[in-house]
C-alpha cells in the first residue's frame, strides 16, 4: 500500500454536544461520493503546498471566511502530537510532488522579528521539515537582518536565523544552497528583486502574496467550487458559502468610495434577509466588511445596514484605512457575515475553528478562542487564545454509510470545507499561470 493509500484525515470529538446538524448529516452520508470527488479534482488543480482556513459555524450553515496561503500558527497543531505527526506526513507527500529530488529546503519566514508568537510558528515548521527528511534552514529578506543570530523563543527553544542573499539566479545562506525555497511570507509589501527570476522552485510562488491576490478573487473561485459541490451533495451552495461582494477604489480617509460601499451592503443584506426568511432562520444577518488583501485580522468591521457604513466616525475610519505593514486600504470585501455557534470551556467563550492543510492533505487544527467577543464578532483580534481540537478516540473514521449516533464528527465537515478552499486556491493558482 503506497504512502498516500495510508494517510487518514483525522477526526476529532466535537466540542458541540447537541446532534449533528442537516449540514453534516448530508456529508456524511455522502462520503464515499465526496471523496472520489475530490480525488478527480487534485489531478486536475493539484493544491498548493500548505494553506490554513478560518471557519464558522452557524449550524444550518459551515463556511469559510479567509483563506491564507501563507499561514503561521503551526505551534498551535503541536497541542495535539497526532496532528504533527499527520503534518511530517503529509508535507513529504506534497514536496515530493514539488520537487522530487529536494533535500535542502530554506524557509523564507515574515519580514517582523519581534513577534515571539510567529517565530514559534517557523519553529514548528521546521520540525516538521526536519522530521520530513529534508536539511531545513531559515533565511529572512528581512533588510535589517545582515548576520546570523539565534532567536531565543518563549518555548525555550532557538531558532537560528540568516540573511538569505542572491547569488547570481539562486538564493544561499552562507554555504547553504537550497533545493527548494519555502515561503512564509505573505509579502504584503511586494514581491521584492531578490525573489524575481531565480532557477530554485518556490512555493506557494511569490505571485500569490497579498501585494497581488484578493480574497475577493479567491471567493470567485471558491463560489464555484462550491457550486459544483453543493450539486453532488444535494445541497443549496449557499450553506457552505458567504455571499460577497466586491469594492474597489475606497479611501476610507478622504471618504472616496462610501456611497458604493454602502450600496453594496444594502444590495447583501436584501439576498441575506431573503435566504434567511426561506429558511427560517431567526438571527438577523449581518455583513463584514474587510481589506481585500492582507491578513492578522487587521481592517475588519461589522456592519448590519447601509446607513452605517455612510455614518463611521474618524476612529472606525482610520480603522479601516490600514492593513497589515501599514498598506493603505484602496479595495474591500463586502462579506456575509457567518454566526459562530461553537462556544469552548466553562465560561462558554466563543469559538471558531481553524484548519490546517499540507497540500490536499488536511492535518489538523485549533479553535481560535476569545472571551471578549460575541458570535457575530471578528475573533482574530487581541484577546484570542487558541484551544485543542480534540480526537475521538473510538471513532477515528466514521462508518459507511454512516450511523445515526455513532460519531458525531465535526471535523469531517470541517476537513471537506477546507478542501474546498483549497480546491478554490488550486484552481486560482493553474488559472493564473503561475507555477507552484
Not at 19 to 25: A, D, F, N, V, Y
Not at 93 to 108: E, S, T, Y
Not at 283 to 309: C, F, H, L, N, W
Amino acid at each position: 500500500m503506497s504512502h498516500s493509500e495510508t494517510y487518514e484525515t483525522p477526526h476529532l470529538r466535537t466540542a458541540l454536544t447537541g446532534p449533528l446538524q442537516l449540514l453534516e448529516k448530508q456529508m456524511l452520508s455522502k462520503q464515499e461520493e465526496i471523496e472520489e470527488w475530490f480525488q478527480a479534482q487534485w489531478l486536475l488543480s493539484p493544491a498548493p503546498a500548505y494553506g490554513s482556513v478560518d471557519l464558522r459555524n452557524a449550524g444550518f450553515k459551515v463556511a469559510p471566511i479567509d483563506m491564507n496561503l501563507f499561514p503561521a500558527g503551526f505551534n498551535n497543531l503541536q497541542m495535539n502530537p497526532e496532528f504533527v505527526k499527520l503534518s511530517i506526513e503529509a508535507a513529504k507527500l506534497v514536496i515530493d510532488r514539488l520537487q522530487p529530488k529536494a533535500k535542502k529546503i530554506l524557509l523564507v519566514p515574515e519580514n517582523h522579528t519581534r513577534n515571539l508568537f510567529y517565530w514559534e510558528s517557523v519553529s514548528a515548521l521546521l520540525h516538521v521539515l526536519t522530521h520530513a527528511g529534508y536539511d531545513a534552514r531559515v533565511g529572512t529578506l528581512s533588510p535589517d537582518v545582515d548576520a546570523p543570530f539565534a532567536l531565543s523563543l518563549m518555548s525555550g527553544g532557538t531558532v537560528n536565523v540568516s540573511p538569505a542573499k542572491r547569488v547570481n539566479n539562486k538564493i544561499e545562506i552562507q554555504d547553504f544552497i537550497p533545493d527548494l525555497i519555502l515561503l512564509n511570507n505573505d509579502l504584503s509589501d511586494g514581491i521584492p528583486a531578490v525573489l524575481q527570476g531565480l532557477e530554485q522552485p518556490v512555493t506557494p510562488p511569490a505571485e500569490l502574496g497579498w501585494s497581488q491576490r484578493l480574497k475577493s478573487g479567491h471567493f470567485q473561485y471558491y463560489e464555484k467550487v462550491s457550486e459544483e459541490f453543493a450539486n453532488l451533495i444535494q445541497i443549496d451552495p449557499w450553506f457552505i458559502a458567504p455571499l460577497f461582494k466586491h469594492c474597489g477604489e475606497i479611501d476610507f480617509m478622504r471618504r472616496e468610495g462610501e456611497e458604493c460601499l454602502a450600496s453594496h451592503v444594502d444590495s447583501l443584506l436584501t439576498e441575506l434577509q431573503k435566504k434567511y426568511a426561506e429558511y427560517h432562520i431567526p438571527q438577523e444577518p449581518y455583513i463584514v466588511i474587510k481589506a481585500d488583501a492582507g491578513t492578522y485580522g487587521m481592517g475588519v468591521m461589522m456592519v448590519r445596514s447601509a446607513e452605517e457604513v455612510l455614518s463611521l466616525n474618524r476612529k472606525q475610519r482610520t480603522h479601516m484605512s490600514k492593513s497589515k505593514g501599514g498598506q493603505p486600504v484602496t479595495s474591500v470585501i463586502v462579506q456575509e457575515g457567518v454566526y459562530t455557534f461553537e462556544t469552548w470551556g466553562a465560561e462558554d467563550a466563543v469559538a471558531e475553528p481553524v484548519v490546517y492543510l499540507w497540500g490536499e492533505k488536511v492535518v489538523g487544527g485549533f479553535y481560535r478562542v476569545h472571551k471578549g467577543r460575541d458570535i457575530d464578532e471578528n475573533l482574530n483580534a487581541p484577546g484570542m487564545q487558541f484551544e485543542p481540537l480534540i480526537f475521538a478516540k473510538t471513532c477515528q473514521r466514521p462508518s459507511y454509510p454512516p450511523v445515526l449516533g455513532e460519531c458525531q464528527n465535526r471535523f469531517y465537515a470541517y476537513g471537506v470545507i477546507a478542501r474546498l478552499s483549497m480546491l478554490a486556491a488550486a484552481r486560482e493558482i493553474l488559472e493564473s499561470g503561475v507555477t507552484k
